[in-house]
């Protein structure tokens, strides 16, 4: 099932929320994201900054303490909470009454496979669910999910955005069929197959062709994007989602046929992908993640602000 392209690309730019002066702070969107460790504090700046710069008003980061700093000096823009420990009890407790602030939550960017630590992510993404907001589960966050898949199995509000690798380690943990698996079976079957084993969970398949289904429909990027795989894109792919997870949710009146998370992810691809283009444009062999930032701007307003007279 694929939406008339027209009725597809009206309804993305019905997603964004008009700028008004009559909005105040956090009306078009409180993100939050969960990850950082000391050894990666890029990710999760990249993920909330992105988060930011497509529109949401406010970005919130929860992480261990030893990586709070480093990330608080990238930016004076995020707001960083050096809450997340191994100490499971204390930190879902002080992380959980912000929670029900925030609209949308980024899980994974840098976040690093220390036990304790995705112990208390799981903790979280059980009272996330039970607030039922969206969640956006990126890099290590994956891990987790590909450990033990009922962690998210049928929330319907949960997005995953695996890549090659990581979508082929969670149907491996799902004991998806080799037959739906072999080669000669389309990639969007696969995707669909995935969602479908995951009880509806939405998944982004990244590759050359982002690939996004929630079991019933299928989405395809098909945007050009960079040959450039500098690492941090995928964090800026999982912040911008944040956002138009946000968006897609509190205006669905408005939009088509297509599902506001499968819609808000599909947006998403599209936005960051013809970023990564337009930074490769300019920058070629040194694009980096940082570039990808800079063309947020000019390609967002061409590509999903209203036009109006």
């Given at each position: ?15 964004v929320p008009p700028l008004t002066f009559c909005s105040h702070k956090g009306t078009t969107g409180r993100v939050g994201v969960i990850g ?221 046929e297509v599902p506001p998370l499968p819609l808000a992810a599909y947006a998403s691809c599209v936005l960051v992908k013809k970023c990564a ?33």
């Amino acid at each position: 099932k694929l939406s008339p392209m027209m009725s597809l690309q009206k309804a993305l730019r019905n997603i964004v929320p008009p700028l008004t002066f009559c909005s105040h702070k956090g009306t078009t969107g409180r993100v939050g994201v969960i990850g950082g460790s000391l050894e990666y504090t890029g990710a999760p700046y990249f993920a909330a900054i992105s988060a930011m710069k497509t529109g949401a008003d406010l970005s919130h980061v929860f992480c261990p303490e030893s990586a709070s700093s480093v990330i608080k000096s990238y930016s004076p823009d995020l707001i960083v909470h050096p809450l997340l420990s191994a100490d499971t009890q204390e930190s879902v407790q002080a992380i959980t009454p912000w929670l029900s602030r925030l609209h949308t939550l980024v899980i994974g960017p840098g976040l690093g496979r220390d036990q304790g630590i995705l112990r208390t992510v799981r903790e979280l993404i059980a009272v996330i669910k039970g607030m039922d907001k969206p969640i956006v589960i990126d890099a290590d966050g994956l891990h987790l999910v590909t450990v033990d898949p009922s962690i998210v199995v049928g929330y319907h509000k949960a997005i995953l955005t695996p890549n090659e690798i990581e979508f082929q380690r969670l149907c491996k943990s799902l004991d998806i069929s080799e037959k739906l698996m072999d080669n000669s079976t389309a990639a969007a079957e696969q995707t669909r197959g995935l969602s479908s084993e995951l009880g509806g969970v939405v998944v982004v398949r990244k590759g050359k062709e982002d690939i996004v289904s929630d079991g019933e429909i299928v989405l395809q990027c098909s945007e050009a994007g960079s040959p450039r795989r500098c690492g941090g894109q995928g964090d800026v792919l999982s912040g911008v989602m944040g956002t138009f997870a946000h968006w897609a949710q509190e205006n669905q009146k408005n939009l088509c046929e297509v599902p506001p998370l499968p819609l808000a992810a599909y947006a998403s691809c599209v936005l960051v992908k013809k970023c990564a283009e337009a930074a490769f444009d300019k920058c070629k062999r040194s694009m980096l993640a940082s570039d990808l930032l800079h063309q947020l701007p000019q390609v967002f307003d061409k590509e999903f602000e209203q036009t109006t007279k």
